[in-house]
C-alpha cells in the first residue's frame, strides 16, 4: 500500500530520534523551514535503547526556547512513529503541513530574513 | 564586604596558605584602587585582598584556567554565591575534582544582590548572619514575554543584529568549559558573516545553557553591545525548572536532565497516542 502525503516535506532520515541534536532544528529553522518534524519511536521501543527519550526533553526545552524568542512553538512538532505505522505518518504530515500552510511563512524565510538584516 | 568579614577572609586565606593546604588563593587584589584577580601565593600578601564588589571577574573560569594548567595542585577560592553555583556545576561535569577546590564563602551585600536580581546571593558556607534577602525577579522576562508573537520576534532580531560576534558571553561565562565550541564550527554557524547567522548563533548558545545557566549575569555585563542575552539564558533555566524540576548549580548529585537519558517518564503531553 502507497500512502500519498504532502508534498511539500522534505524527508531527512537519521538512524535514531535521538540523533537530531537541538543544533540541527535551529540549523533547519535558519535555513527557512516554515515547521519541523520530529518523528520517532514509540517511547519504550526505541531500537537503540533509550534515544528518544532524550528527544523528548529536547523537544520540550526547544519548544519554550522558540515560543520565547517570537517563533511560534507549533511550527516544532514531535511525534511517535513506528515503522509499521505508515498511514499514521502519511496522516500526520498532512496534518502538520496543513497546521503550517495556515500558520503562513515562517518570518525567518529567506526573503523576510533579507529584510530585516 | 564588611571590615570584619573581610579580615576573617584574608585570616582564613593566609591560613591556607601558610598550612601549604593550597597551592595559591584565587581572588581578587588591590592594584592601585581596582580590585583584579590574583593567585595569593605568600601569607604576607594577603593583606591586599578585597571583594569584588566593584568590578566582577569570572574568577571560577580563572580557577579552571590555573587548574588545567597545573593538574596536581589544590587551589583556594573566595566564592561569592553565584561562584559556588559555578563550581558546583564544574565539579558535576568533571572539569575539575571537588577535592581539589577550597572554597571561601563569603556573602553579597544587599545592593550587590539587588544590582544582579540574584537568587541566592551567598555561598553555602557562610553563617546566617551575613546572609542578605534573595533579590530574584523575573520583570524583565514578562516585559518580553506580554509582547505579541510579532513584536517579540523583532525584538529579539533587533537585538540579535547588534552582535558583533566577539564571543565574549561565551569567554566570560563560568559554565562555558568546552575546548571546542559549537558557535565555531562551521557546518552550523557560518563563518565571516557579520552579524553571525541570527537568530540561532544566540539559540545555540541559549540552548546549552539550559540545563547549566546559574544565572549570574556576567554575560550580559560582558556584552559590548548590550545585547539582553541573560534574559534568554534565564528563560530556558527556567523552563528547566518548569519541565523537570532541576535548577543548575544547586546539587552536586543531581545530573542535568538534557545529560543522560533517563528513564522515559518524561513524555510531552498531546503525543504518543
Redesign the interface.
Known amino acids: 500500500m502507497r500512502f500519498k502525503y504532502a508534498a511539500s516535506v522534505l524527508p531527512i532520515r537519521v538512524m535514531c530520534s ?1 540523533r537530531v541534536s ?2 540541527l532544528l ?2 533547519a ?2 535555513e527557512g523551514a516554515d515547521g519541523v518534524l520530529v518523528a520517532g519511536c ?3 521501543e526505541c531500537h537503540y ?6 528527544t ?7 519548544k ?2 522558540l515560543r ?5 512553538a507549533n511550527r516544532l512538532r ?3 512513529i513506528a515503522t509499521s505505522e505508515a498511514n499514521k505518518f502519511a496522516r500526520v504530515v498532512n496534518e502538520f503541513s496543513e497546521e503550517v500552510y495556515k500558520m503562513g511563512p515562517s ?2 524565510g529567506k526573503s523576510i530574513q533579507g529584510a ?2 | 564586604m564588611k571590615s570584619g568579614v573581610k579580615e576573617k577572609i584574608r585570616e582564613e586565606a593566609g591560613r591556607l596558605i601558610e598550612g601549604k593546604e593550597v597551592f595559591g588563593v584565587l581572588a581578587c587584589k588591590n592594584s592601585s584602587g581596582h580590585p583584579l584577580p590574583h593567585l595569593f601565593k605568600g601569607a604576607d600578601e594577603c593583606q591586599d585582598l578585597v571583594s569584588e564588589a566593584e568590578g566582577r571577574y569570572p574568577l571560577t573560569k580563572v580557577l579552571l584556567k590555573i587548574a588545567r594548567k597545573h593538574p596536581q595542585a589544590v587551589l583556594g577560592i573566595v566564592v561569592r554565591g553565584c561562584e559556588e553555583r559555578s563550581l558546583i556545576e564544574l565539579f558535576k561535569n568533571h572539569q575539575l575534582p571537588a577535592e581539589r577546590v577550597k572554597m571561601i564563602g563569603v556573602a553579597c551585600s544587599e545592593e550587590m544582590a539587588r544590582r544582579c536580581r540574584c537568587a541566592q546571593p551567598y555561598p553555602s558556607g557562610t553563617g546566617e548572619s551575613e546572609r542578605v534577602k534573595p533579590a530574584e525577579d523575573f520583570s524583565d522576562l514578562k516585559e518580553v514575554e506580554k509582547l505579541p508573537e510579532q513584536e517579540r520576534f523583532q525584538f529579539w532580531m533587533n537585538q540579535f543584529g547588534k552582535c558583533i560576534k566577539c564571543y565574549g558571553c561565551r569567554n566570560i561565562c563560568p559554565a562555558c568549559f568546552c575546548t571546542s565550541c559549537t558557535l565555531e564550527e562551521p557546518s552550523l554557524i557560518k563563518p565571516g558573516e557579520m552579524p553571525p547567522e541570527i537568530p540561532i548563533f544566540h539559540l545555540h548558545k541559549a540552548y546549552h545553557m539550559a540545563d547549566r545557566c546559574i544565572d549570574c549575569g556576567l554575560c550580559e555585563q560582558a556584552c559590548p553591545m548590550g545585547i539582553p542575552v541573560r534574559r534568554l539564558y534565564r528563560k530556558v533555566r527556567q523552563s528547566v525548572k518548569d519541565l523537570f524540576g532541576y535548577l543548575p548549580g544547586e546539587k552536586e548529585e543531581e545530573k542535568g536532565p538534557l545529560e543522560f537519558l533517563g528513564d522515559g517518564s518524561y513524555e510531552l503531553p498531546g503525543t504518543g497516542k
Open positions: 535521538g537541538p543544533h535551529l540549523k529553522f535558519q514509540h517511547i519504550g535503547g533509550k534515544g528518544n527519550y532524550l523528548a526533553k529536547r523537544v520540550a526545552v526547544m519554550e526556547l520565547f524568542i517570537g517563533l511560534s514531535l511525534e511517535w518570518p525567518l530585516v538584516r
